[in-house]
Protein backbone atom coordinates (compact mmCIF):
# COMPACT_ATOMS: atom_id res chain seq x y z
CA UNK A 1 0.00 0.00 0.00
CA UNK A 2 1.13 3.89 -0.40
CA UNK A 3 1.18 6.43 2.50
CA UNK A 4 -1.86 8.60 2.54
CA UNK A 5 0.49 12.06 2.06
CA UNK A 6 2.25 13.23 4.88
CA UNK A 7 -0.18 12.77 7.51
CA UNK A 8 -1.07 8.56 7.98
CA UNK A 9 -0.07 5.66 6.52
CA UNK A 10 -2.61 3.35 4.46
CA UNK A 11 -2.28 0.63 7.14
CA UNK A 12 -2.88 3.30 9.79
CA UNK A 13 -6.49 5.00 8.12
CA UNK A 14 -7.13 1.25 8.12
CA UNK A 15 -6.85 0.17 11.49
CA UNK A 16 -8.57 3.68 12.75
CA UNK A 17 -11.66 2.72 10.50
CA UNK A 18 -11.60 -0.70 12.50
CA UNK A 19 -11.11 0.88 15.68
CA UNK A 20 -14.03 3.26 15.43
CA UNK A 21 -16.18 0.62 14.41
CA UNK A 22 -14.93 -1.83 17.17
CA UNK A 23 -15.31 0.53 19.84
CA UNK A 24 -19.02 1.72 18.61
CA UNK A 25 -20.06 -2.37 19.60
CA UNK A 26 -18.35 -2.37 22.36
CA UNK A 27 -20.57 0.89 23.91
CA UNK A 28 -23.67 -0.75 22.30
CA UNK A 29 -25.10 -2.29 24.95
CA UNK A 30 -24.62 0.58 27.26
CA UNK A 31 -26.59 2.59 25.30
CA UNK A 32 -29.16 4.19 27.15
CA UNK A 33 -29.87 7.92 25.94
CA UNK A 34 -30.12 10.04 22.47
CA UNK A 35 -26.54 11.68 23.15
CA UNK A 36 -25.03 8.09 23.13
CA UNK A 37 -26.78 6.91 20.64
CA UNK A 38 -25.79 10.14 18.25
CA UNK A 39 -22.62 9.08 19.82
CA UNK A 40 -22.73 5.49 18.20
CA UNK A 41 -23.77 6.33 15.13
CA UNK A 42 -20.80 9.32 15.08
CA UNK A 43 -18.67 6.23 15.73
CA UNK A 44 -20.14 4.18 12.69
CA UNK A 45 -19.82 7.33 10.19
CA UNK A 46 -16.56 7.73 11.12
CA UNK A 47 -15.33 4.56 10.37
CA UNK A 48 -17.21 4.43 6.93
CA UNK A 49 -15.62 7.79 6.33
CA UNK A 50 -12.21 6.04 6.88
CA UNK A 51 -12.93 3.35 4.46
CA UNK A 52 -13.93 5.82 2.32
CA UNK A 53 -11.23 7.63 2.19
CA UNK A 54 -9.17 4.77 1.40
CA UNK A 55 -10.77 3.43 -1.61
CA UNK A 56 -11.08 7.18 -3.01
CA UNK A 57 -7.27 8.65 -2.07
CA UNK A 58 -5.27 5.53 -2.05
CA UNK A 59 -4.22 3.31 -4.90
CA UNK A 60 -5.56 -0.15 -3.50
CA UNK A 61 -4.72 -4.00 -5.01
CA UNK A 62 -7.61 -5.35 -6.44
CA UNK A 63 -6.88 -7.24 -3.25
CA UNK A 64 -7.15 -4.64 -0.88
CA UNK A 65 -9.46 -2.70 -3.08
CA UNK A 66 -12.14 -6.10 -1.74
CA UNK A 67 -11.21 -6.32 1.24
CA UNK A 68 -11.35 -2.80 2.72
CA UNK A 69 -14.84 -2.67 0.38
CA UNK A 70 -16.61 -5.65 1.60
CA UNK A 71 -15.50 -4.49 5.16
CA UNK A 72 -17.42 -1.05 4.51
CA UNK A 73 -20.45 -2.49 2.92
CA UNK A 74 -21.19 -4.50 5.76
CA UNK A 75 -21.64 -1.44 7.15
CA UNK A 76 -23.61 0.46 4.80
CA UNK A 77 -26.08 -2.76 5.10
CA UNK A 78 -26.26 -3.42 8.34
CA UNK A 79 -25.74 0.30 10.06
CA UNK A 80 -26.97 2.61 7.77
CA UNK A 81 -29.56 0.97 5.71
CA UNK A 82 -27.81 2.84 2.85
CA UNK A 83 -28.50 -0.56 0.53
CA UNK A 84 -28.33 1.75 -3.05
CA UNK A 85 -24.47 2.99 -1.91
CA UNK A 86 -23.59 -0.37 -0.82
CA UNK A 87 -24.87 -1.83 -4.11
CA UNK A 88 -23.08 0.91 -5.69
CA UNK A 89 -20.13 0.24 -4.35
CA UNK A 90 -20.10 -3.65 -4.92
CA UNK A 91 -21.11 -3.29 -8.75
CA UNK A 92 -17.76 -1.31 -8.98
CA UNK A 93 -15.72 -3.89 -7.33
CA UNK A 94 -17.23 -6.35 -8.83
CA UNK A 95 -16.26 -4.30 -12.24
CA UNK A 96 -12.54 -3.96 -11.42
CA UNK A 97 -12.34 -8.13 -10.23
CA UNK A 98 -13.89 -8.71 -13.43
CA UNK A 99 -11.43 -6.36 -15.51
CA UNK A 100 -8.21 -7.97 -13.81
CA UNK A 101 -9.93 -11.71 -13.58
CA UNK A 102 -7.15 -12.57 -16.63
CA UNK A 103 -4.03 -11.61 -14.35
CA UNK A 104 -4.66 -13.21 -10.77
CA UNK A 105 -7.30 -15.79 -9.64
CA UNK A 106 -10.19 -13.62 -8.16
CA UNK A 107 -13.09 -16.19 -8.64
CA UNK A 108 -13.91 -16.11 -4.38
CA UNK A 109 -14.58 -12.39 -3.89
CA UNK A 110 -16.55 -11.97 -7.19
CA UNK A 111 -18.50 -15.07 -5.36
CA UNK A 112 -18.17 -13.03 -2.73
CA UNK A 113 -19.60 -9.64 -4.55
CA UNK A 114 -22.65 -11.46 -6.22
CA UNK A 115 -23.37 -13.60 -3.15
CA UNK A 116 -23.80 -9.99 -1.63
CA UNK A 117 -25.85 -8.70 -4.55
CA UNK A 118 -28.01 -11.92 -4.85
CA UNK A 119 -28.45 -13.09 -1.12
CA UNK A 120 -28.08 -10.01 1.28
CA UNK A 121 -29.30 -7.26 -0.09
CA UNK A 122 -32.20 -8.61 -1.24
CA UNK A 123 -32.92 -9.91 2.07
CA UNK A 124 -32.11 -6.95 3.77
CA UNK A 125 -34.50 -4.60 1.44
CA UNK A 126 -37.16 -7.42 2.05
CA UNK A 127 -39.62 -6.02 -0.82
CA UNK A 128 -41.27 -8.79 -3.27
CA UNK A 129 -39.50 -6.09 -6.34
CA UNK A 130 -35.92 -6.72 -5.16
CA UNK A 131 -36.23 -10.58 -4.14
CA UNK A 132 -38.33 -10.94 -8.47
CA UNK A 133 -35.39 -8.92 -9.53
CA UNK A 134 -32.23 -10.73 -7.53
CA UNK A 135 -33.78 -14.75 -8.51
CA UNK A 136 -33.80 -13.61 -11.85
CA UNK A 137 -30.33 -11.87 -11.91
CA UNK A 138 -29.52 -15.78 -9.76
CA UNK A 139 -31.18 -17.82 -12.38
CA UNK A 140 -28.64 -16.53 -14.90
CA UNK A 141 -26.04 -16.62 -12.97
CA UNK A 142 -26.34 -20.04 -12.53
CA UNK A 143 -26.96 -21.18 -16.19
CA UNK A 144 -23.85 -19.51 -16.93
CA UNK A 145 -21.46 -20.98 -14.31
CA UNK A 146 -23.42 -24.66 -15.75
CA UNK A 147 -22.58 -23.85 -19.31
CA UNK A 148 -18.47 -23.35 -18.45
CA UNK A 149 -18.62 -26.57 -18.05
CA UNK A 150 -15.88 -26.39 -14.72
CA UNK A 151 -15.79 -28.30 -11.84
CA UNK A 152 -14.86 -25.11 -9.69
CA UNK A 153 -18.01 -23.31 -11.41
CA UNK A 154 -20.23 -26.08 -10.70
CA UNK A 155 -19.58 -26.68 -7.42
CA UNK A 156 -20.44 -22.30 -7.01
CA UNK A 157 -23.37 -23.04 -9.07
CA UNK A 158 -24.71 -25.12 -6.66
CA UNK A 159 -23.87 -21.99 -3.92
CA UNK A 160 -26.24 -19.62 -6.42
CA UNK A 161 -28.85 -22.31 -6.36
CA UNK A 162 -29.17 -22.56 -2.82
CA UNK A 163 -29.44 -18.89 -3.08
CA UNK A 164 -31.88 -18.94 -5.43
CA UNK A 165 -33.97 -21.37 -3.68
CA UNK A 166 -33.67 -18.73 -0.19
CA UNK A 167 -35.27 -16.27 -2.47
CA UNK A 168 -38.14 -18.59 -3.83
CA UNK A 169 -39.23 -19.16 -0.24
CA UNK A 170 -39.44 -15.40 0.40
CA UNK A 171 -41.71 -15.46 -2.67
CA UNK A 172 -43.95 -18.65 -1.76
CA UNK A 173 -42.83 -20.14 -4.69
CA UNK A 174 -43.18 -23.44 -2.63
CA UNK A 175 -43.36 -26.06 -5.61
CA UNK A 176 -40.07 -24.48 -6.76
CA UNK A 177 -38.78 -24.38 -3.24
CA UNK A 178 -39.15 -28.41 -3.04
CA UNK A 179 -37.69 -29.14 -6.32
CA UNK A 180 -35.25 -26.97 -6.20
CA UNK A 181 -33.81 -28.48 -2.73
CA UNK A 182 -34.61 -32.06 -3.79
CA UNK A 183 -32.41 -31.42 -6.85
CA UNK A 184 -29.39 -29.60 -5.00
CA UNK A 185 -29.15 -32.61 -2.21
CA UNK A 186 -29.06 -35.36 -5.30
CA UNK A 187 -26.21 -33.76 -6.46
CA UNK A 188 -24.03 -33.28 -3.33
CA UNK A 189 -21.66 -35.58 -2.03
CA UNK A 190 -22.90 -38.56 0.24
CA UNK A 191 -22.13 -37.50 4.18
CA UNK A 192 -21.01 -34.39 3.56
CA UNK A 193 -21.27 -31.36 5.56
CA UNK A 194 -23.11 -29.40 2.73
CA UNK A 195 -25.52 -32.13 1.69
CA UNK A 196 -26.62 -32.33 5.66
CA UNK A 197 -26.42 -28.51 6.05
CA UNK A 198 -28.46 -28.21 2.80
CA UNK A 199 -31.00 -30.66 4.61
CA UNK A 200 -31.68 -28.82 7.70
CA UNK A 201 -32.35 -25.95 5.66
CA UNK A 202 -34.76 -28.21 3.79
CA UNK A 203 -36.37 -29.87 6.90
CA UNK A 204 -36.51 -26.16 8.26
CA UNK A 205 -38.29 -24.90 5.52
CA UNK A 206 -40.65 -27.53 5.87
CA UNK A 207 -41.70 -27.23 9.37
CA UNK A 208 -42.46 -23.12 9.11
CA UNK A 209 -44.42 -23.91 6.24
CA UNK A 210 -46.47 -27.28 8.46
CA UNK A 211 -45.63 -29.22 5.16
CA UNK A 212 -45.24 -33.03 5.31
CA UNK A 213 -41.40 -33.82 5.34
CA UNK A 214 -40.81 -36.84 2.89
CA UNK A 215 -39.20 -39.68 4.25
CA UNK A 216 -35.61 -39.25 2.67
CA UNK A 217 -35.59 -35.89 4.34
CA UNK A 218 -36.10 -37.72 7.56
CA UNK A 219 -33.72 -40.84 6.98
CA UNK A 220 -31.21 -37.71 5.59
CA UNK A 221 -31.39 -35.71 9.05
CA UNK A 222 -31.47 -39.43 11.41
CA UNK A 223 -28.09 -39.69 9.87
CA UNK A 224 -26.37 -36.26 10.09
CA UNK A 225 -23.51 -37.17 11.74
CA UNK A 226 -22.18 -34.76 14.70
CA UNK A 227 -18.11 -35.35 13.36
CA UNK A 228 -18.63 -34.21 10.26
CA UNK A 229 -21.54 -31.02 10.54
CA UNK A 230 -19.87 -30.05 14.07
CA UNK A 231 -21.41 -28.70 17.01
CA UNK A 232 -23.48 -25.73 16.12
CA UNK A 233 -25.25 -27.47 12.60
CA UNK A 234 -26.05 -30.54 15.28
CA UNK A 235 -27.59 -28.80 17.58
CA UNK A 236 -29.75 -28.01 15.01
CA UNK A 237 -30.56 -31.29 14.00
CA UNK A 238 -31.15 -32.06 17.24
CA UNK A 239 -33.78 -29.18 17.66
CA UNK A 240 -35.49 -30.06 14.38
CA UNK A 241 -35.87 -33.42 15.45
CA UNK A 242 -37.51 -32.15 18.81
CA UNK A 243 -39.96 -30.34 16.81
CA UNK A 244 -40.92 -33.05 14.48
CA UNK A 245 -41.76 -34.81 17.79
CA UNK A 246 -43.48 -32.01 19.58
CA UNK A 247 -45.84 -31.28 16.19
CA UNK A 248 -46.54 -35.24 16.47
CA UNK A 249 -47.31 -34.26 20.21
CA UNK A 250 -45.06 -37.48 20.83
CA UNK A 251 -43.05 -38.65 23.22
CA UNK A 252 -40.03 -36.42 23.55
CA UNK A 253 -38.19 -38.19 26.52
CA UNK A 254 -35.73 -39.37 24.15
CA UNK A 255 -34.89 -36.85 22.39
CA UNK A 256 -34.01 -34.63 25.45
CA UNK A 257 -31.83 -37.53 26.59
CA UNK A 258 -29.97 -36.99 23.39
CA UNK A 259 -29.57 -32.96 23.75
CA UNK A 260 -28.35 -34.01 27.70
CA UNK A 261 -25.55 -36.27 26.07
CA UNK A 262 -25.11 -33.49 23.37
CA UNK A 263 -24.37 -30.92 25.67
CA UNK A 264 -22.09 -32.94 28.02
CA UNK A 265 -19.65 -33.35 25.36
CA UNK A 266 -20.28 -30.39 22.96
CA UNK A 267 -21.02 -27.53 25.94
CA UNK A 268 -17.78 -25.86 26.18
CA UNK A 269 -17.17 -25.95 22.12
CA UNK A 270 -20.61 -24.26 21.88
CA UNK A 271 -20.07 -21.65 24.44
CA UNK A 272 -16.32 -20.72 22.82
CA UNK A 273 -17.62 -20.74 19.30
CA UNK A 274 -20.91 -18.57 19.97
CA UNK A 275 -21.41 -15.24 17.73
CA UNK A 276 -18.66 -16.59 15.23
CA UNK A 277 -20.66 -17.85 12.51
CA UNK A 278 -20.17 -21.57 11.08
CA UNK A 279 -18.08 -22.08 8.10
CA UNK A 280 -19.88 -24.73 5.76
CA UNK A 281 -17.25 -26.63 3.54
CA UNK A 282 -18.25 -27.36 0.24
CA UNK A 283 -15.29 -28.20 -1.90
CA UNK A 284 -11.23 -27.62 -0.70
CA UNK A 285 -11.23 -24.29 -2.50
CA UNK A 286 -15.17 -22.90 -1.77
CA UNK A 287 -16.74 -22.41 1.80
CA UNK A 288 -19.66 -20.91 2.83
CA UNK A 289 -20.30 -18.49 6.35
CA UNK A 290 -23.41 -19.27 7.74
CA UNK A 291 -24.46 -16.94 10.83
CA UNK A 292 -26.84 -19.12 12.83
CA UNK A 293 -29.49 -18.17 14.92
CA UNK A 294 -28.83 -16.89 18.73
CA UNK A 295 -30.85 -19.32 19.82
CA UNK A 296 -28.35 -21.84 19.34
CA UNK A 297 -26.15 -20.50 21.64
CA UNK A 298 -25.69 -22.44 24.70
CA UNK A 299 -27.85 -20.57 27.55
CA UNK A 300 -30.40 -19.80 24.71
CA UNK A 301 -30.42 -23.44 23.74
CA UNK A 302 -31.34 -24.81 27.12
CA UNK A 303 -34.04 -22.19 27.49
CA UNK A 304 -35.57 -23.08 24.46
CA UNK A 305 -35.60 -26.96 25.33
CA UNK A 306 -37.25 -26.10 28.70
CA UNK A 307 -39.90 -23.58 26.30
CA UNK A 308 -40.50 -27.13 23.93
CA UNK A 309 -41.08 -29.02 27.50
CA UNK A 310 -43.32 -27.16 28.17
CA UNK A 311 -45.26 -26.63 25.01
CA UNK A 312 -45.22 -30.75 24.89
CA UNK A 313 -46.92 -30.91 28.53
CA UNK A 314 -49.08 -28.68 28.67
CA UNK A 315 -52.03 -31.00 27.85
CA UNK A 316 -51.29 -32.55 30.90
CA UNK A 317 -51.16 -29.52 32.77
CA UNK A 318 -54.04 -30.72 35.04
CA UNK A 319 -51.96 -33.83 36.23
CA UNK A 320 -50.22 -33.23 39.81
CA UNK A 321 -47.35 -35.66 39.21
CA UNK A 322 -46.95 -34.73 35.09
CA UNK A 323 -47.56 -30.68 35.08
CA UNK A 324 -44.54 -29.43 33.71
CA UNK A 325 -45.93 -27.04 31.93
CA UNK A 326 -46.88 -25.06 35.03
CA UNK A 327 -43.51 -25.59 36.99
CA UNK A 328 -41.21 -24.82 33.50
CA UNK A 329 -43.18 -22.07 31.76
CA UNK A 330 -42.77 -19.68 34.97
CA UNK A 331 -38.69 -20.57 34.94
CA UNK A 332 -38.31 -19.90 31.19
CA UNK A 333 -40.30 -16.30 31.84
CA UNK A 334 -37.49 -15.57 34.65
CA UNK A 335 -34.52 -16.94 32.65
CA UNK A 336 -35.34 -14.64 29.52
CA UNK A 337 -35.73 -11.61 31.87
CA UNK A 338 -32.51 -12.47 33.22
CA UNK A 339 -31.12 -12.90 29.94
CA UNK A 340 -32.41 -9.91 28.39
CA UNK A 341 -31.06 -7.46 31.46
CA UNK A 342 -27.72 -9.27 31.45
CA UNK A 343 -27.24 -9.30 27.28
CA UNK A 344 -23.38 -8.69 26.68
CA UNK A 345 -22.56 -6.71 23.68
CA UNK A 346 -19.04 -8.46 22.68
CA UNK A 347 -18.55 -6.78 19.42
CA UNK A 348 -21.85 -7.32 18.29
CA UNK A 349 -23.74 -4.15 16.91
CA UNK A 350 -26.78 -2.30 18.36
CA UNK A 351 -28.79 -3.38 15.49
CA UNK A 352 -27.94 -7.28 16.65
CA UNK A 353 -28.40 -6.35 20.04
CA UNK A 354 -31.61 -5.35 19.17
CA UNK A 355 -32.96 -8.32 17.31
CA UNK A 356 -31.49 -10.67 20.04
CA UNK A 357 -34.02 -8.89 22.46
CA UNK A 358 -36.54 -8.68 20.38
CA UNK A 359 -35.86 -12.94 20.15
CA UNK A 360 -36.05 -12.63 23.68
CA UNK A 361 -39.83 -10.43 23.80
CA UNK A 362 -40.88 -13.08 21.47
CA UNK A 363 -40.07 -15.88 23.90
CA UNK A 364 -41.60 -13.96 26.52
CA UNK A 365 -44.65 -13.46 24.35
CA UNK A 366 -45.31 -17.53 23.84
CA UNK A 367 -45.17 -17.93 27.42
CA UNK A 368 -47.70 -15.53 27.88
CA UNK A 369 -49.59 -17.50 26.05
CA UNK A 370 -48.97 -20.72 26.76
CA UNK A 371 -49.96 -19.87 30.22
CA UNK A 372 -53.49 -18.27 29.29
CA UNK A 373 -54.06 -21.72 27.05
CA UNK A 374 -53.04 -23.64 30.53
CA UNK A 375 -55.46 -21.61 32.28
CA UNK A 376 -57.94 -22.31 29.42
CA UNK A 377 -57.36 -26.37 29.67
CA UNK A 378 -57.65 -26.05 33.73
CA UNK A 379 -60.74 -24.20 34.03
CA UNK A 380 -62.73 -25.10 30.64
CA UNK A 381 -63.07 -21.33 30.17
CA UNK A 382 -60.42 -18.79 28.68
CA UNK A 383 -59.17 -16.36 31.31
CA UNK A 384 -58.50 -12.92 30.68
CA UNK A 385 -55.06 -11.36 30.60
CA UNK A 386 -53.42 -8.22 30.75
CA UNK A 387 -50.30 -8.70 28.54
CA UNK A 388 -51.23 -6.41 25.16
CA UNK A 389 -49.60 -9.00 22.88
CA UNK A 390 -49.35 -12.96 23.30
CA UNK A 391 -47.43 -15.15 20.75
CA UNK A 392 -45.79 -14.10 17.75
CA UNK A 393 -48.65 -12.63 15.61
CA UNK A 394 -52.23 -10.74 16.44
CA UNK A 395 -54.10 -14.48 15.54
CA UNK A 396 -53.15 -15.77 18.58
CA UNK A 397 -54.83 -12.84 20.41
CA UNK A 398 -58.02 -13.17 17.80
CA UNK A 399 -58.23 -16.67 18.67
CA UNK A 400 -58.87 -16.34 22.23
CA UNK A 401 -60.92 -13.02 21.78
CA UNK A 402 -62.94 -15.41 19.53
CA UNK A 403 -63.35 -18.66 21.52
CA UNK A 404 -64.03 -16.55 24.95
CA UNK A 405 -67.32 -15.18 23.16
CA UNK A 406 -67.77 -18.82 22.26
CA UNK A 407 -67.24 -19.75 25.62
CA UNK A 408 -69.88 -17.10 27.17
CA UNK A 409 -72.68 -17.97 24.75
CA UNK A 410 -71.70 -16.15 21.46
CA UNK A 411 -71.42 -17.67 17.90
CA UNK A 412 -67.61 -16.23 17.04
CA UNK A 413 -68.24 -17.97 13.50
CA UNK A 414 -67.72 -14.29 11.53
CA UNK A 415 -64.21 -14.32 13.54
CA UNK A 416 -63.45 -17.48 13.22
CA UNK A 417 -63.80 -17.33 9.13
CA UNK A 418 -61.65 -14.74 9.12
CA UNK A 419 -59.02 -16.42 11.01
CA UNK A 420 -58.67 -19.18 8.96
CA UNK A 421 -58.48 -17.42 5.46
CA UNK A 422 -55.80 -14.69 6.93
CA UNK A 423 -52.47 -15.07 5.56
CA UNK A 424 -49.67 -15.60 7.99
CA UNK A 425 -51.96 -17.52 10.45
CA UNK A 426 -50.12 -20.28 11.55
CA UNK A 427 -51.50 -24.62 10.82
CA UNK A 428 -53.15 -24.79 14.43
CA UNK A 429 -54.70 -21.81 14.99
CA UNK A 430 -56.55 -21.86 11.42
CA UNK A 431 -57.37 -25.79 12.37
CA UNK A 432 -59.11 -24.32 15.99
CA UNK A 433 -60.72 -21.58 13.96
CA UNK A 434 -62.02 -24.12 11.49
CA UNK A 435 -62.95 -26.89 14.23
CA UNK A 436 -65.07 -24.19 16.49
CA UNK A 437 -66.72 -22.89 13.77
CA UNK A 438 -68.18 -26.06 12.77
CA UNK A 439 -68.70 -26.94 16.04
CA UNK A 440 -71.02 -23.79 16.43
CA UNK A 441 -73.08 -24.24 13.27
CA UNK A 442 -73.48 -27.98 13.80
CA UNK A 443 -74.96 -27.08 17.05
CA UNK A 444 -77.25 -24.90 14.90
CA UNK A 445 -78.12 -27.22 12.72
CA UNK A 446 -78.74 -29.71 15.67
CA UNK A 447 -81.40 -27.03 16.86
CA UNK A 448 -82.91 -25.75 13.98
CA UNK A 449 -86.03 -27.06 12.13
CA UNK A 450 -87.65 -25.57 8.98
CA UNK A 451 -86.43 -23.56 6.03
CA UNK A 452 -83.26 -22.63 7.39
CA UNK A 453 -82.04 -25.88 8.11
CA UNK A 454 -80.38 -26.22 4.16
CA UNK A 455 -78.75 -23.68 4.47
CA UNK A 456 -76.96 -24.41 7.95
CA UNK A 457 -75.89 -27.50 6.67
CA UNK A 458 -74.67 -25.90 3.26
CA UNK A 459 -72.24 -23.98 5.69
CA UNK A 460 -71.26 -27.03 7.49
CA UNK A 461 -70.21 -28.74 5.05
CA UNK A 462 -68.20 -25.92 2.99
CA UNK A 463 -66.68 -25.60 6.59
CA UNK A 464 -65.72 -28.99 6.62
CA UNK A 465 -64.25 -29.15 3.33
CA UNK A 466 -61.44 -26.58 4.56
CA UNK A 467 -60.61 -29.00 7.64
CA UNK A 468 -59.93 -31.88 5.49
CA UNK A 469 -58.45 -29.79 2.79
CA UNK A 470 -56.06 -28.24 6.12
CA UNK A 471 -55.28 -31.24 7.76
CA UNK A 472 -54.39 -33.08 3.98
CA UNK A 473 -52.14 -30.14 3.12
CA UNK A 474 -49.68 -29.82 6.29
CA UNK A 475 -47.95 -32.51 8.92
CA UNK A 476 -51.28 -31.84 11.07
CA UNK A 477 -52.22 -34.68 9.57
CA UNK A 478 -49.10 -36.85 11.43
CA UNK A 479 -50.95 -36.13 14.25
CA UNK A 480 -53.36 -38.42 16.28
CA UNK A 481 -54.73 -35.20 18.64
CA UNK A 482 -55.85 -33.40 15.45
CA UNK A 483 -56.99 -37.16 13.50
CA UNK A 484 -58.44 -37.51 16.29
CA UNK A 485 -60.62 -34.32 17.15
CA UNK A 486 -60.90 -34.36 13.14
CA UNK A 487 -62.92 -37.96 13.89
CA UNK A 488 -64.74 -37.18 16.74
CA UNK A 489 -66.11 -33.87 15.71
CA UNK A 490 -67.45 -35.22 12.75
CA UNK A 491 -69.04 -38.44 14.48
CA UNK A 492 -70.98 -36.53 16.59
CA UNK A 493 -72.29 -33.91 13.33
CA UNK A 494 -73.52 -36.76 11.97
CA UNK A 495 -74.80 -39.57 14.47
CA UNK A 496 -78.03 -39.46 16.79
CA UNK A 497 -78.49 -39.29 19.72
CA UNK A 498 -75.51 -36.27 19.61
CA UNK A 499 -77.28 -34.15 17.04
CA UNK A 500 -81.02 -34.12 16.91
CA UNK A 501 -80.49 -33.26 12.87
CA UNK A 502 -77.50 -34.84 12.00
CA UNK A 503 -75.83 -34.36 9.09
CA UNK A 504 -76.02 -36.07 5.43
CA UNK A 505 -73.25 -38.52 4.49
CA UNK A 506 -72.23 -40.55 2.07
CA UNK A 507 -72.09 -44.26 3.24
CA UNK A 508 -68.36 -44.05 2.46
CA UNK A 509 -67.73 -41.03 4.86
CA UNK A 510 -69.77 -42.82 7.24
CA UNK A 511 -67.23 -45.94 7.06
CA UNK A 512 -64.22 -44.46 6.57
CA UNK A 513 -64.94 -42.04 9.75
CA UNK A 514 -66.54 -44.96 11.81
CA UNK A 515 -63.21 -47.27 10.64
CA UNK A 516 -61.12 -44.33 12.06
CA UNK A 517 -62.82 -44.53 15.57
CA UNK A 518 -62.71 -48.28 15.73
CA UNK A 519 -58.82 -47.56 15.22
CA UNK A 520 -58.71 -45.04 17.81
CA UNK A 521 -61.11 -46.98 20.19
CA UNK A 522 -59.36 -49.80 20.19
CA UNK A 523 -55.54 -48.07 20.78
CA UNK A 524 -56.89 -46.23 24.20
CA UNK A 525 -59.25 -48.28 25.19
CA UNK A 526 -59.72 -47.51 29.40
CA UNK A 527 -60.73 -51.53 30.31
CA UNK A 528 -57.76 -52.72 31.42
CA UNK A 529 -56.39 -55.34 28.74
CA UNK A 530 -57.98 -54.55 25.88
CA UNK A 531 -56.72 -51.54 24.62
CA UNK A 532 -54.53 -53.03 21.42
CA UNK A 533 -51.62 -50.45 20.54
CA UNK A 534 -51.12 -48.98 17.73
CA UNK A 535 -48.05 -45.59 17.80
CA UNK A 536 -50.52 -44.27 14.96
CA UNK A 537 -53.59 -43.57 16.96
CA UNK A 538 -52.30 -43.60 20.49
CA UNK A 539 -53.45 -40.43 22.67
CA UNK A 540 -50.23 -40.48 25.00
CA UNK A 541 -51.78 -37.40 26.11
CA UNK A 542 -55.36 -35.32 25.81
CA UNK A 543 -57.80 -36.86 28.65
CA UNK A 544 -60.44 -35.00 26.63
CA UNK A 545 -60.09 -37.02 23.87
CA UNK A 546 -59.52 -40.01 25.80
CA UNK A 547 -62.85 -39.83 27.41
CA UNK A 548 -64.52 -39.10 23.76
CA UNK A 549 -62.95 -41.61 22.35
CA UNK A 550 -64.12 -44.21 25.21
CA UNK A 551 -67.68 -43.15 25.22
CA UNK A 552 -68.28 -43.05 21.57
CA UNK A 553 -66.62 -46.28 21.62
CA UNK A 554 -68.66 -47.49 24.36
CA UNK A 555 -71.96 -46.06 22.35
CA UNK A 556 -71.12 -47.16 18.86
CA UNK A 557 -68.94 -49.90 19.11
CA UNK A 558 -69.55 -52.16 22.09
CA UNK A 559 -72.21 -54.58 22.10
CA UNK A 560 -71.51 -56.35 25.49
CA UNK A 561 -73.46 -55.02 28.81
CA UNK A 562 -70.57 -55.61 31.03
CA UNK A 563 -67.93 -53.99 28.88
CA UNK A 564 -70.28 -50.86 28.26
CA UNK A 565 -71.07 -50.61 31.92
CA UNK A 566 -67.09 -50.81 32.76
CA UNK A 567 -66.48 -48.15 30.43
CA UNK A 568 -69.04 -45.79 31.29
CA UNK A 569 -68.09 -46.24 34.97
CA UNK A 570 -64.51 -45.42 34.08
CA UNK A 571 -65.27 -42.60 31.75
CA UNK A 572 -67.44 -40.70 34.13
CA UNK A 573 -64.67 -41.22 37.10
CA UNK A 574 -61.75 -40.15 34.50
CA UNK A 575 -63.89 -36.56 33.63
CA UNK A 576 -63.28 -35.39 37.63
CA UNK A 577 -59.17 -35.35 36.98
CA UNK A 578 -59.43 -32.49 34.97
CA UNK A 579 -61.06 -29.43 35.62
CA UNK A 580 -63.93 -27.69 33.61
CA UNK A 581 -65.29 -30.95 32.42
CA UNK A 582 -68.84 -31.05 34.71
CA UNK A 583 -70.78 -30.77 31.78
CA UNK A 584 -69.17 -33.83 29.61
CA UNK A 585 -68.91 -35.01 32.71
CA UNK A 586 -72.84 -34.91 33.39
CA UNK A 587 -73.74 -36.14 30.12
CA UNK A 588 -71.33 -39.16 30.44
CA UNK A 589 -72.90 -39.47 34.08
CA UNK A 590 -76.08 -39.71 32.20
CA UNK A 591 -74.73 -42.53 30.03
CA UNK A 592 -73.50 -44.55 33.05
CA UNK A 593 -76.90 -44.03 34.86
CA UNK A 594 -78.63 -45.60 31.53
CA UNK A 595 -75.89 -48.21 31.91
CA UNK A 596 -76.38 -48.54 35.99
CA UNK A 597 -80.24 -49.28 35.30
CA UNK A 598 -79.85 -51.80 32.64
CA UNK A 599 -77.42 -53.96 33.99
CA UNK A 600 -80.08 -53.66 37.21
CA UNK A 601 -76.96 -52.06 39.80
CA UNK A 602 -79.54 -50.37 42.86
CA UNK A 603 -76.48 -49.47 44.25
CA UNK A 604 -74.69 -47.75 41.16
CA UNK A 605 -77.98 -46.31 39.93
CA UNK A 606 -78.20 -44.59 43.48
CA UNK A 607 -74.60 -43.34 43.92
CA UNK A 608 -74.51 -42.11 40.26
CA UNK A 609 -78.03 -40.36 40.89
CA UNK A 610 -76.53 -38.74 43.37
CA UNK A 611 -73.35 -37.64 42.17
CA UNK A 612 -75.63 -35.79 39.43
CA UNK A 613 -77.44 -34.07 41.35
CA UNK A 614 -74.57 -32.89 43.20
CA UNK A 615 -73.14 -32.12 39.80
CA UNK A 616 -75.63 -30.06 38.64
CA UNK A 617 -75.47 -27.81 41.97
CA UNK A 618 -72.04 -27.00 40.82
CA UNK A 619 -72.83 -25.60 37.51
CA UNK A 620 -75.93 -23.76 37.85
CA UNK A 621 -73.61 -22.15 40.74
CA UNK A 622 -71.20 -21.47 38.53
CA UNK A 623 -73.57 -19.50 36.14
CA UNK A 624 -75.30 -17.47 38.81
Known sequence: MENLGDKLSISQVYHLAQEYRDYAYSIANKIGSEEELKQYYGLMNMSIQMFQLLKTKCTLSVLEDSKVTFEMVELLIQETYNFDLA????????????????????????????????????????????????????????????????????????????????????????????????????????????????NLCYVNYLLNERFPIPEDALQELRS??????????????????????????????????????????????????????????????????????????????KNILLLLQSVSYIVNCYDEKGNFSRKFLPKVYSTTQKLIKNIAAGGVSMNELDSRIQTYKSILEFCEFYKVWE??????????????????????????????????????????????????TSSEVKMISLLNCYTVQAARVSRCSGDKQGELVEQCNKVWLQVEKLLQETDLQFNPIWECTVTILWLFSHFEPFSWNPLPCSDKQRAEYVSKLREFYSSNKFVAGEAVADNRFKLKKALLLQILVNYLGGRMLEHDLGEIYAISAKCFD???????????????????????????????????????????????????
Not at 237 to 257: P, S
Not at 402 to 419: D, H, I, S, T, W
Open 574 to 624: MCRQQGGMRKVQYVIGIWHLMNCTVAMRGKDVALTNAKLEALVKQITSVKQ
Open 375 to 424: QTLLKGAVVTTESPKLGPSPGYVRLLQAMKVQFEGGGAVEEYKRLAQSGG
Open 224 to 301: TELYTVGPELYAWKLALEMVIQLYKDGNITDHLNEFKNFFDTNKQSLVTNEGKGCVIKIMPRIALKVELPMIFHYKEL
Open 87 to 198: ELYISSLKERLQTHQSDTDLVEEIMRCEFLLLHDLPLMRDSKFHYKIALRNCNELVQYMVNLQDELYQNWASVFQYVGVMLCIKLKQHRRVKTTFHGLLSQCREKSQWKWFL
